[in-house]
């Protein structure tokens, strides 16, 4: 007779077998994630190239009181995101290809007592039915932006896409964005406008050198903006670099706001391709994370002194008002808010 080779009881129950792959299975995912710098178990392409931080700060340089927490992971974003390599490929050819044939505004040059002219609302709704192209629109810059030549150079070189942000009164955070692709910053080009407050507070952490006249941290190029030459509230002057964008940087064909409050999560040419590239449009704005009404927002910034003139603040609301503010209701959908303090724009300027 032949010898019989018995089988280990503890093997003999498919139950038990199936239990200790599953706990095995789990251990070893539980400790992918613990480690791994997305998060993420799994991702719509396991290549994308996601890299670590770029830069690491120091421990005296803390979070903000003010920043906005984020309690949903990148990839349990609803947002459906193409795969990179696809999406690089195309915004790159899409800037390579594209042209300035179609009409460019001619903007208003001049030496103003005020950077914006002080022209009144109803003179520049007039701008607004723009078909003669031969009017020059009163679009900022009345009065000098006072950047230095090297600043300005880097940005009229910023031929792809901008990302941009500003920090006044040093209010904020310089938060590094993360999920970039490894090609991301061959195309799209980082720039965060700070005044002189601002500067010193980095100068006293020592994430800038003195003796530079450049400076750069991490991905963002820190652009110093003489504000004594502009507005007294730095409120305002931080405002400058979010609505002229397409003036600051001429040459580029995307670009992204990032409030000083939020840090970007996700590379900036996916946010591009899926809410502007893919859906066909001009502009993406993001929905405020706790306001839904422009007076809101105009009440929590008299609240955290982040204007301090109160009376002024007013006078803006009621000026809104008058030109037709309306309490959002859901008629006003898709908008999903009627504030835009926290806006994610991608403008195409072409």
């Known amino acids: 007779m032949g010898k019989v080779i018995s089988t280990p009881l503890l093997f003999q129950s498919k139950l038990l077998c199936f239990s200790l792959f599953y706990l095995f299975t789990s251990l070893f995912l539980a400790l992918y994630t613990s480690l791994s710098q ?11 190239p996601i890299q670590a931080p770029l830069f690491v700060y120091p421990p ?10 984020t309690h949903r992971s990148t990839c349990t974003s609803p947002v459906f995101f193409s795969d990179y390599w696809v999406v690089l490929k195309e915004i790159q050819d899409f800037c390579k290809n594209s042209s300035l044939v179609s009409p460019v505004l001619k903007y208003m ?17 007039s701008y607004f039915d723009h078909e003669n ?6 679009c900022g810059f009345l009065k000098n932006f006072p950047i230095n030549k090297y600043d300005r150079a880097a940005m009229e070189k910023c031929n792809g896409v901008v ?10 955070k310089i938060r590094q964005p993360r999920g970039l692709g490894s090609k991301t910053q061959d195309t799209a080009c980082f720039f965060i406008f700070v005044d002189d407050v601002t500067l010193q507070g980095l100068h006293h952490h020592k994430l800038i050198s003195n003796k530079s006249g450049e400076y750069k941290i991490g991905v963002w190029r820190i652009v110093r903006v003489l504000s004594k030459y502009l507005y007294e509230n730095p ?19 995307f670009s992204i706001w990032i409030d000083a409050k939020l840090q970007l999560m996700v590379d900036p040419l996916l946010l591009i391709h899926t809410l502007v590239v893919s859906e066909n449009v001009d502009m993406a704005i ?8 422009t007076m809101e927002e105009a009440m929590a910034t008299a609240r955290w002194k982040k204007w301090l003139d109160v009376d002024a603040l ?13 309490p959002w209701s859901p008629k006003k959908l898709p908008y999903p808010s009627g504030t835009t303090a926290l806006i994610q724009s991608c403008s195409v300027h072409i």
């Open 133 to 138: 192209t031969s009017v020059e629109v009163p």
């Open 109 to 125: 040059q001049g030496h103003a007592d005020s950077f914006g002219g002080n022209f009144s609302t109803q003179k520049r709704i």
């Open 60 to 69: 005296s340089y803390g979070e903000h009181k003010y920043a906005i927490p």
């Open 314 to 326: 007013k006078t803006q609301m009621e000026t809104y008002c008058d030109n037709g503010l309306q």
């Open 286 to 293: 993001s929905k405020h994370p706790y306001y839904v009404h």
């Open 163 to 172: 990302v941009l942000s500003a920090i006044f009164n040093d209010h904020d």
């Open 235 to 253: 409120a305002m002057n931080g405002v400058i670099p979010k609505y002229l964008v397409h003036r600051l940087f001429p040459n580029s064909k």
């Open 38 to 48: 997305s998060k993420c178990l799994f991702r719509s392409s396991p290549f994308d």
